[in-house]
């Protein structure tokens, strides 16, 4: 069965740099999370895109963005990244009443 | 305050001896139920779920949970653990009204010894 995938798996970036973190969803799923988990901490809802649009938002800083585009994959823009961002991000779908089903997970280095 | 509490950080079992984790919520109504299961640098493995309907849930890996809605609780058990089973835990909730988000416990880290 399809999965959620991330891409990229890895990224190492440095200090004041963008990075831009993607998620396809699986198909016909129509909410897509987005959650970041910093080291031996517990994942944290960042935002979530029903039908493209935003539905939530979570404690997302003002230098992230997120969109959801036509064909329902997501990205997270990241501008002025600082030491603090490096976390895994994770990406989950789902579709009505179900479970959400996580992606593998970006992990961010920021040097 | 909504809230998920794992009361135990960090908890140590033999191999082949039982295992409960604990799960309180605190929430107006009562939220979806999750746990799930996360190795070192993995992503998160759903375990079980509770949405509505008969209170001890069946998940894989040998894993059972009770929602106990006078207690606010939702437990984890596994009869006989196995080195496998080392990992860190989190139990999870989703409202409808929050567009099932989920709000994560703080996780407990469970240590198999031989």
């Known amino acids: 069965a399809a999965g959620v995938i991330q891409s990229p798996r890895h990224l190492i970036k440095e200090k004041r740099e963008t990075a831009t973190l993607k998620c396809y969803p699986i198909?016909?799923?129509?909410?897509v999370y987005w959650y970041q988990q910093g080291p031996g901490q517990d994942p944290q809802f960042l935002i979530s895109?029903?039908?493209?649009?935003?539905?939530d938002k979570g404690s997302i800083p003002d230098r992230f963005s997120a969109q959801q585009f036509s064909d329902y994959h997501s990205e997270l823009n990241m501008s002025s990244l600082e030491l603090g961002d490096s976390a895994l991000y994770f990406c989950?779908?789902?579709?009505?009443?179900?479970?959400?089903?996580f992606g593998p997970g970006t992990r961010l280095t920021v040097t | 305050a909504q809230s998920v509490t794992q009361p135990d950080i960090h908890i140590t079992v033999s191999e082949g001896a039982s295992l409960e984790l604990r799960c309180n919520y605190s929430?107006?109504?009562?939220?979806?139920l999750f746990w799930y299961v996360q190795s070192p640098g993995q992503g998160l493995q759903l375990l079980l779920k509770?949405?509505?309907?008969?209170?001890l849930v069946q998940g894989i890996k040998g894993f059972e949970a009770e929602f106990k809605r006078s207690q606010s609780s939702f437990n984890l058990r596994k009869p006989s653990v196995h080195w496998s089973d080392a990992a860190e835990y989190f139990c999870?909730?989703?409202?409808?009204?929050?567009?099932?988000?989920?709000?994560f416990g703080a996780g407990t880290t469970v240590t198999v010894r031989a």
């Open positions: 198909p016909r799923h129509d909410t």
């Open positions: 509770y949405f509505s309907g008969d209170t």
């Open positions: 895109f029903y039908e493209k649009m935003q539905s």
């Open positions: 989950a779908s789902r579709i009505g009443l179900d479970e959400q089903y």
């Open positions: 999870a909730v989703a409202l409808r009204s929050n567009d099932y988000k989920l709000s």
């Open positions: 929430y107006g109504a009562t939220p979806y």
